[in-house]
């Protein structure tokens, strides 16, 4: 369990440095907010499919609590385990936020100040966990594990740009962008609605999954 949690922890930390040093560097780079967002999205993509594939032989590389919580109720997941990698998940993602920051001669801790708030910004983040969470479990259902780097990355890619609220679809994640007042991150008072609305998204995909994709083979 220790170098599980671990490898969660680190996996997560470096997606967040990723997610928040990108969008610092492209806020520095250009004033054009398209050209802003695809430099988050392309980096984002990239640093993901790569931690997924060098931590999933270890811990499974899920980086987001929520994909622990679809787990316990299709059966492939306890909620000891899911609570441990959701801690573990939590606390890397902040100290990636910090180390974002310090890469970049910013205060350690600089509080967010980015409101996300309004009904199609908190809907676009359960279709954007919903979508996440069918990738996912999709993909493995499909009996074609070693492809979920590249569908995961694909579709946090994409959804950058065809949603709202630019798909956290991460409480973990979320949380820790808390922490940089920077391109990718979002007020302390605007999380709790979005960890609310993940959860709710993890909730539908629990119900399509077991409806569309069935129960897991053994």
């Known amino acids: ?11 997560t930390g470096l997606l967040i440095v990723a997610v928040i040093g990108s969008g610092i560097m492209a806020e520095r780079l250009t004033d054009i907010v398209a050209l802003q967002l695809l430099c988050n999205s392309i980096a ?6 790569a931690l997924i594939l060098i931590f999933a032989p270890v811990s499974g590389a899920s980086f987001n609590p929520v ?3 679809v787990g316990i109720f299709t059966g492939e997941a306890t909620v000891k385990e899911t609570s441990w990698y959701a801690l573990a998940q939590i606390v890397g ?7 974002a920051n310090l890469m970049f001669d910013l205060d350690a801790i600089n ?6 708030s309004g009904s199609g910004i908190l809907f676009s983040e359960v279709v954007a966990t919903v979508g996440l969470l069918l990738v996912i479990y999709g993909t493995i259902r499909a009996k074609r594990s070693s492809l979920v780097p590249f ?10 740009f065809f949603t709202s609220s630019t798909s956290l679809a991460n409480p973990a994640v979320t949380v820790a962008r808390g922490l940089s007042n920077t391109f990718a991150g979002i007020a302390p008072e605007s999380v709790p609605m979005f960890v609310l609305m993940q959860l709710i998204g993890a909730m539908l ?6 409806f569309v994709f069935g129960q897991p083979r053994s």
């Not at 369990?1 to 996996?11: H, I």
């Not at 984002?44 to 499919?49: D, F, Q, R, Y």
């Not at 993602?93 to 180390?99: M, R």
């Not at 509080?111 to 996300?116: A, D, L, N």
């Open 1 to 11: 369990m220790p170098r599980r949690l671990a490898a969660e922890a680190l996996g």
């Open 44 to 49: 984002t993509g990239g640093a993901l499919t």
């Open 205 to 210: 995909a629990v119900v399509i999954i077991k």
């Open 151 to 160: 569908t995961v990355a694909a579709w946090i890619t994409g959804a950058y």
């Open 93 to 99: 993602g902040c100290l990636g936020a910090i180390t």
């Open 67 to 69: 994909v622990g919580i």
């Open 111 to 116: 509080i967010s100040h980015k409101v996300r």
